[in-house]
């Protein structure tokens, strides 16, 4: 159970840095990073995740928190190893 708990959280991981890569492509310079992960964040949420023990606004900021680890760990690949794929 682990495993497949540790694969559906890369997959997460990984769909939601390719929404963030999606929204720089859709909206580049109109909108600040802010906006752009509201966009990411609001997507998931009608989309993707359904948590039925959360109500809407409560999985709105678990996905937030989940979209800024994302991209933090993101980032930091990126600085380490100039790689952020």
């Known amino acids: 159970m682990g495993r ?3 694969l559906e959280m890369k997959g997460l991981s990984r769909l ?3 929404m963030v890569q999606t929204s720089e492509l859709l909206h580049p310079g109109e ?3 802010l906006e752009k992960r509201d966009w990411v964040v ?5 989309r993707v995740v359904n948590l ?3 109500n809407e606004d ?4 678990l996905i937030g928190a989940l979209v800024d680890l994302t991209v933090d760990a993101w980032q ?4 380490k190893w100039s790689d952020a794929s």
């Open 76 to 79: 930091d690949a990126k600085d």
């Open 16 to 18: 939601i840095k390719t």
């Open 31 to 33: 909108k600040r990073g």
């Open 42 to 46: 609001n997507l998931l949420n009608q």
């Open 52 to 54: 039925p023990f959360l």
């Open 58 to 61: 409560q999985e709105a900021i």
């Open 4 to 6: 497949l708990r540790n």
